[in-house]
């Protein structure tokens, strides 16, 4: 008897999503089929208005397609309800935005525990977690510290902990170096790498070929379609 390949955590089909612009329809994506597998790290690539900005909020339940299917961890998402989307969000997926979207007035360790918040998780359980989170991205001792008093790597450090706090199936991060300077840059893309060593699956939406080449897979999207998936050779490959 042999075993049964193992489930992926994303599995698209047909994906196609529609916008209206005026009395013109742009088809922002073409009949997507995708998997991503649990463990893997994959980024998205393309230019501005290729699609990959709308696969990726359909990939992290913002956006649902107009045809086809999206499948997260076994559950067809794309069929799903708002009020169900929203639960998907906050438990199955960490975002990283190249904007950090932290709460100005909040600190670093507030910051962290929203999700878990949202999640109706106890105050005191809410506090230990998101200071574990902090000390798993090196920022233990700037818990009490607010965004302003942070800088932009150490900002997207806290984005990185708020992301990973819920302990999600997936690690979504759209263009997490876009705000930083070179040298820190690279630091948020070494933990990231650290980050799939030890086992999260990471898809990182980007226009850099640098941040794509740290992924094992970069999936080139083009006027709406996956047009190559070239998996990545090298010391960045896992």
Known sequence: MTNSPPEPLIRTEGLVRRYRMGRETVDALR?????????????????????????????????????????????????????????????E??????????LPRATALQNVELPLLYAGVHRRDRAQRAADALARVGLADRAKHRPAELSGGQRQ??????????????LLADEPTGNLDTAT?????????????????????THEADVAARAQRTLRVLDGRIVSDTPRTGSHAA
Not at 49 to 78: A, F, Q, R
Not at 157 to 170: C, D, H, K
Not at 191 to 203: I, M, S, Y
Request: charged share 20%; glycine share 10%.
């Open 31 to 91: 009949s997507v089929d995708l998997e991503i597998h649990r463990g893997e790290y994959a980024a998205i690539t393309g230019p501005s208005g290729s699609g990959k900005s709308t696969l990726m909020n359909i990939l992290g339940c913002l956006d649902t397609p107009d045809e086809g299917s999206y499948w997260l961890n076994g559950h067809l998402v794309s069929a799903m309800r708002d009020s169900q989307l929203a639960h998907v969000r906050n438990r």
């Open 93 to 102: 997926i960490g975002f990283v935005f190249q904007s950090f979207a932290l």
């Open 157 to 170: 450090r806290v984005a990185i902990a708020r992301a990973l706090v819920t302990q999600p199936s997936l």
């Open 185 to 205: 840059g690279e630091e948020i893309l070494a933990l990231f790498d650290e980050l799939h060593r030890a086992g999260n699956t990471v898809v990182v939406v």
